[in-house]
């Protein structure tokens, strides 16, 4: 798959503005992919675990009944949503990321699960995944290195991704709602996680980076609007006060893309 992207409709930011292009991002991502698992749970104290099972459960449908014939996900780095989704019943799984380096760590991973896993490397806002024929897409942390326009152009990328009905949930880290644990977490995420990345054998640099993002990025709450602009019914949920945040919701049924 390719890592071109088309302008999105607004004419907005394509990536191309450096921090957000497909190729640097990746590159960041190939440059953690040795330390990321490790790294992210141990800089999370945990809760990265805890939030990607709590994304799927915001997942409204009934999970025990329910067969799902495609499941992508998108920014799926080196599988850690995949435990979370060893519940569900379903035929195939289609994770996507821009980094090779995440994506072989993906596929070394794969043998660990019951799924039938296809792992695609490329974009999650290309043109050449399936139309139509998912019943759910998650997403879990991979919303902080896109910009606006380009989440905005992913908000309809998943509108097309989705059979009428499918659902979708994505979590992301966020800036904590009290001023204090902001201040705080905010210290902790540019400066504390580069130090502990150093200690752990990573490049600080790219995890200093991670802070950048998500101090830029704030929560889901205007994604949530923009999913809902492309037609979706998004439900926005705030997680330990705020330091992560949750949109999960529905393409209704005989919708047609505004
Ligand atoms: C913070 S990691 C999250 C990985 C994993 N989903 C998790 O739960 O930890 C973000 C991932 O998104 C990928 N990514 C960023 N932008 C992307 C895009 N436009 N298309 C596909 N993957 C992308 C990166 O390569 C990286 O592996």
């Known amino acids: 798959m390719s890592r ?3 302008l999105d409709s607004t004419g907005e930011a394509d990536g191309q503005d450096g921090l957000h292009d497909p190729e640097y991002v990746a590159g960041l991502f190939d440059r953690m992919a040795s330390t990321y698992g490790v790294l992210n749970y141990i800089t999370s104290f945990g809760f990265s675990e805890r939030w990607r099972k709590q994304c799927i459960r915001a997942i409204p449908m009934d999970h ?5 014939s495609l499941v992508m996900d998108l920014m799926s780095g080196m599988g850690e949503a995949w435990p979370s989704l060893q519940s569900l019943s379903i035929d195939k799984l289609l994770a996507v990321d821009l980094s090779p380096g995440m994506c072989e760590k993906a596929r070394r991973n794969q043998s660990k699960y019951s799924i039938n896993i296809q792992v695609a490397q490329g974009d999650a806002l290309g043109n050449e995944l399936p139309r139509g024929q998912a019943d759910l897409v998650i997403c879990c942390f991979g919303l902080k290195t896109l910009s606006d326009g380009q989440r905005r152009t992913l908000t309809k990328k998943v509108f097309d991704y989705l059979k009428p009905g499918g ?12 001023w204090w644990l902001g201040s705080l977490y905010r210290f902790y995420l540019k400066k504390i996680i580069p130090v502990l990345g150093r200690l752990f054998g990573g490049d600080p640099t790219a995890y200093g980076m991670l802070g950048i993002y998500t101090v830029a990025f704030g929560n889901c709450k205007d ?3 923009q999913l809902q602009e492309a037609g979706m019914d998004a439900e926005y949920k705030e997680l330990f006060f705020g330091c992560a945040s949750i949109v999960s919701g529905s393409k209704p049924h005989g919708q047609i893309r505004v």
């Open 4 to 6: 071109k992207r088309p």
């Open 64 to 68: 025990s009944s329910h067969r799902l």
């Open 167 to 178: 659902q979708f949930s994505f979590v992301e880290i966020s800036s904590a709602s009290e």
């Open 223 to 225: 994604f949530a609007g």
